[in-house]
């Protein structure tokens, strides 16, 4: 570990990469759980210094025993607790207090257990924090440094063999999915030396793992497990290291479904925030959601060799046609491109094997048995010709044949002459095969389908990694929230001034004044009841529509006071408002929503049964600006109904985004208060004539006493 | 193999399990593609009949070689034939007239090289069936059944190892998919004894190979890997001989994506049919279409258990919660129903393990560690009280650890006493331990998600085997299409013969016409120009809508026929159409088009952007009853706009769905003539109201000559 002092994440490192561990309750006992840390670190040769603490023993597992803490020669970096939850949090404060910089926290019994657990450890967090202590759990599996022999963990899965050594670093909420994970990545000979796992989360938070990874030098890989995000500051600056460090991130993030969110919440007390909000920050960040373990390790290993092609192209080589078109479809669902060979390239492999297939996939054909130099002509084609960033051998059990050797060999002059390119192969061979081609360079995949999607999240990253700085959100002047919900009028004052066009509308207070604001706009209009009591005027009748001509507005004006009379009684009645009726828009929902750990979230979509049935939505964290708006825009399904498509005229995309942009400024500067926004419908007008909001709700809170 | 004799595909059984077996051009060098047959079949000692033909030589690796197939001692059930193509042709002709019944052929070079080649394969295999022959390929790698020996294959895979015997099998277009997939599942321990690859499928197709699996009482499970379907009927006599015999069908269909059907084309001849209406016919006999070789081993594996659970449901056992969350989350995105254990039984397991997790997934935590009866009581207490016909349990490293014996032991008492359920286990454990497991009768998966995937498989299986006949499509008169394309009115004559109703509508010669249908049928109506030359209408402005009064029509005629004039001076103006304009119902596409292999499909949508932005379609082989029409109307992802979404009015699905089995039965009634129906758009008006098509378009191919 470098000097990472006064970086973001250093505070971890006493916890992460100590260099004195003592272990609180030590147990002679190697298979106890007090008892396998010192028999993990003392059987993998730790570094550092190791103090059992045990009043009663002068000597555990052959080192000295201490009968406290106050005892140690030294203030130990970090404590190993193992002890019943009673005595823990005291001692653990009690620690605090001598100076010990971090506990890892096995013991249970805390917020996972009942709404006493959870008291105990808010209280206790929030005592040790006072003198700078960090915890990792509670009722945590703790975490391991293979490369330097810590073993704060008392995790069984090292029965069955010790970690490989390797450039990916886990950071997971569950224990037992963490070990599930790093114990499938040693048995796949994929090296991920570091693990921590943060139980409950009572102060260490993965985000915060996620960051100190991001700044360890040996760590080039995150792979992260997460049953929801606690706190937003520390998962952004994380984030934001890993993507300035270059370093990609493949998540898993469970709870997405009802069920998963219920069972997440039972087992380690986790909040789990909208998962649609997490999947927006995630994009943000270029995180690759993987979609399970197998995925998740794939896309990690593949990542080790650190090749991320701004723009991802893919070569496939074969000497068999059969898997090609496979590929070509995996490619094709997921987006990543297999363009065509050059036509002069392929006319001069065809000149070499006249019945090969030069295009892409380019099948080499069962010629190399005779001729085994093909092989390489034929890649080196790809690579120089083709200039494809990604290359996939498809050879199958031809990597366990006779002639594979030569081939192998043939293969490799290009990968050492073409060292900037990602080179994988599906191949199905014996273990001792895999790990030759791996130290030749190559990824090894036995499915071609893993193999394509893990190429794909390379590119992926590449493009992340490489993307302009966006934007900065539009500036709009501070806000001041009233202390009431707001009426529709006074909502769409306050958008008004911070640049978000509503449609010419005037609030009346008589019928005269209602038919000289309609003749002002031109009918028809569209007329709405006007009161700081009724939110949702249409469930009362209080919107009408078409309103064509001044008798008509008159007999509206009456009937709207009416209506409101008879569905709400006491509500202040301001008037009506008269707006311009919009014709020819495209109908589209703006929204603001209070999320509890990011904060104020943008949505968007296209209206009516779009979002209704379809829910057909793009969500992104506030503020933003016009650049990134116009890309939420583009995303959805049915964005086609907005660039053009069939026929249609296009719609006023660059106004649309910049009211996005403007709200998201806007619900930043509004303040915690802003509970939400609906602007529904804006209308998208054709290109050029703009992007104006019908209706606006705004919902606030009250004002704190 | 039993006797077949006389059953659909028992053509086959010479060419998949014969008696005898000849070999031409034999050669003597067990690695030469000629000499690897006779090898592979004396090494794993063939009980049947071998006969090396070679004119040169007296002996072949140790047989009695022949020279000509005239000198054999009988006439073999099949010949393998690798020699080139120029003499390969007329020798298999010429073993067709000696009565040979079948023939494997190795040999390169006819439809997929070229155009001649092409044609000397349909040459080929026209005479080769005059006398009964049936050619597997040619340029095909061939077939084993490992079984009973039977190697007609020059596959090099053998190198690395014997297929493990089991109840798989597979059948699959390309050769050096079906090896992929045979040497995975044999290097995963998986049973797939029999492997037929079907290369330019010449004559014998994939589908033929499925419906011989399906009465091979050898075979439980059936994988198949395709490029394209290549005749219908052979498919579908396989599909439903399958379902009828209760054997699961795994597919993998490549050549959805553009890319794919290209690659497709260039490598083995495939005439790639649309790939939506394949996966149409395989959802209509519960085909389980996987995304991945890995996948579909999982499920084909899982499938040999033979249990397929008609209502499936998954009940989940683990010792930490950690994976809890994600396998809800898989189950729910699959759609596999995870229900809660009963209130009391959650009680009583609760009183046992206070801290336990009891409501599914069922945690019953590490106490398992000091009382392992623990693992039964709350198996068992799932199986029994939570009645799941799946259970899960996720053990992870658990199983590689000292007390796993005792809780494998623990695990079977269950699984013994119910025997009737599927167990699967997702655990990390070395080969030999899954053996036993599998051995135990326990479905071993590493990966909790695969694991689940492959439940919900079943499931799906057990539902589409216990699935009703589907009703018959509606009975519709006998159609007589015309001659050539049919103008509205008369597709609309012609479809309501079939009881497919339309709006009201009149054919008008005269504006007086015109406005006296406008007046029967009330205000506002639709006019229509119409003219057997003018298909779209709408592109010349020849519709207009909201045609309000009699002045009003009366323009609108003289405006039709002024438009139909300027746009199509030479079309033949039959007058105008009049017709009542529809309100309030929702709009939708039902059309009918042809496929080259399948004969005529329905399509059913939900009008404008549904069709046009979001290809929210659903396809059907034709004809089928309302019941399946139901099913597919429900089945789009707009459905709820016509069930009624957030409070709208239910539209009339009965009726729609009436009419689009009506309309499937009308196009199979209209013959190979008709190429494609557009009503477009039909109305579902409010339930009880009806659905009438408001435009129709029938296209005929003109009558053979």
Chains 1, 2 share one sequence.
């Not at 001509?549 to 409101?564: K, M």
């Not at 209308?683 to 209706?695: L, T």
Request: charged letters at 20%.
């Amino acid at each position: 570990m470098p000097d990472t002092t006064g970086s973001r994440f250093s505070g971890l490192t006493p916890l992460l990469a100590p260099r004195s561990v003592a272990v609180l309750g030590a147990s002679s006992d190697p298979t106890r759980i007090s008892g396998r840390p010192i028999a993990y670190m003392k059987s993998q040769d730790f570094k550092g210094a190791l103090y059992p603490i045990n009043p009663n023993r002068a000597e555990v597992q052959g080192l000295k025993a201490y009968p406290s803490i106050a005892e140690l020669p030294e203030v130990p970096d970090v404590a190993i607790v193992a002890v019943p939850a009673e005595v823990a949090a005291p001692a653990v404060v009690e620690m605090a207090k001598k100076g010990v910089k971090a506990v890892v926290m096995f013991t249970a019994g805390f917020a996972e257990m009942d709404e006493a657990g959870e008291a105990a450890q808010h209280k206790m967090v929030a005592e040790a924090r006072q003198y700078g202590m960090r915890i990792l759990g509670p009722n945590c599996l703790g975490v391991f440094d293979a490369r330097r022999a810590y073993y704060a963990t008392f995790s069984s899965s090292f029965d069955s063999g010790w970690p490989v050594l390797g450039r990916i670093g886990i950071a997971s909420q569950s224990g037992a999915y963490g070990t599930h994970l790093y114990t499938l990545a040693r048995n796949r000979r994929i090296g991920a030396s570091l693990c921590v796992m943060t139980g409950n989360e009572g102060d260490v938070t993965v985000g915060e793992c996620i960051g100190w990874l991001a700044e360890n030098p040996e760590v080039d890989v995150i792979a992260v497990y997460a049953e929801g995000i606690r706190e937003a500051p520390g998962m952004i600056a994380a984030l934001e290291a890993a993507r300035a460090a270059k370093k990609p991130i493949v998540l898993q993030k469970v709870g997405r479904s009802e069920l998963g969110s219920k069972a997440a919440k039972s087992h380690t007390a986790s909040i789990a925030g909208d998962d649609a909000v997490t999947e927006a920050v995630m994009r943000e960040f270029g995180v690759f959601r993987a979609r399970n373990s197998e995925e998740m390790l794939d896309i990690a290993h593949t990542a080790t060799r650190k090749i991320y092609p701004v723009r991802n192209t893919l070569g496939v080589i074969t000497v068999s046609g059969g898997a090609g078109v496979l590929i070509s479809d995996v490619a094709e669902s997921v987006g990543l491109a297999m363009p065509e060979m050059p036509v002069e390239a392929q006319k001069k492999l065809r000149e070499l094997v006249p019945f090969c297939a030069p295009r892409n996939p380019v099948d080499a054909t069962a010629q190399v048995s005779n001729d085994v130099t093909l092989v390489k002509t034929f890649t080196e084609s790809m690579v120089k010709d083709g200039g494809y960033s990604s290359v996939l051998g498809f050879f199958s059990m031809s990597a366990s044949s006779r002639r594979w050797p030569a081939m192998r060999e043939q293969l490799n002059m290009v990968k050492d002459a073409y060292p900037d390119r990602l080179y994988t192969l599906s191949v199905i061979v014996p273990p001792e095969g895999r790990d030759q081609l791996e130290a030749d360079g190559w990824v090894v995949h036995e499915d071609p389908t893993r193999a394509v999607v893990a190429i794909d999240a390379m590119g992926r990253f590449g493009a992340a990694f490489a993307a302009p700085p966006p934007a900065p959100a539009p500036a709009v002047p501070a806000v001041t929230l009233p202390s009431a919900t707001p009426t529709e009028a006074e909502a769409k004052t306050l958008l008004g001034a911070a640049g978000i066009a509503s449609a010419p509308e005037a609030a009346c207070a008589t019928a005269e004044e209602a038919v000289a604001a309609a003749k002002r706009f031109g009918f028809p209009v569209v007329m709405k009841i006007l009161s700081p009591d009724i939110l949702h005027k249409s469930e009362i009748g209080g919107v009408l529509l078409d309103v064509a001509d001044e008798a008509a507005v008159r007999g509206g004006h009456a009937l709207l006071l009416q209506r409101a009379k008879a569905a709400a009684p006491k509500a202040r009645i301001e008037g009506v408002l008269v707006a311009k009726q919009l014709k020819g828009g495209v109908e589209c929902i703006l929204g603001i929503h209070r999320d509890p750990v990011f904060g104020p979230v943008a949505m968007f979509g296209l209206g009516g049964i779009f979002v209704e049935v379809l829910k057909d939505v793009v969500f992104r964290r506030c503020p933003f600006g016009a650049d990134v708006a116009e890309e939420m825009i583009r995303s959805i399904k049915g964005a086609p109904l907005l660039l053009g498509a069939r026929g249609r005229k296009p719609a006023d995309v660059k106004a649309l985004a910049e009211m996005l942009a403007r709200l998201s400024a806007f619900a930043v500067a509004a303040g915690p208060r802003l509970a939400s926004i609906d602007l529904n419908p804006v209308f998208a007008m054709p290109a050029g004539e703009g992007a104006f909001a019908v209706d606006a709700v705004i919902e606030v809170d009250p004002p704190q006493a």
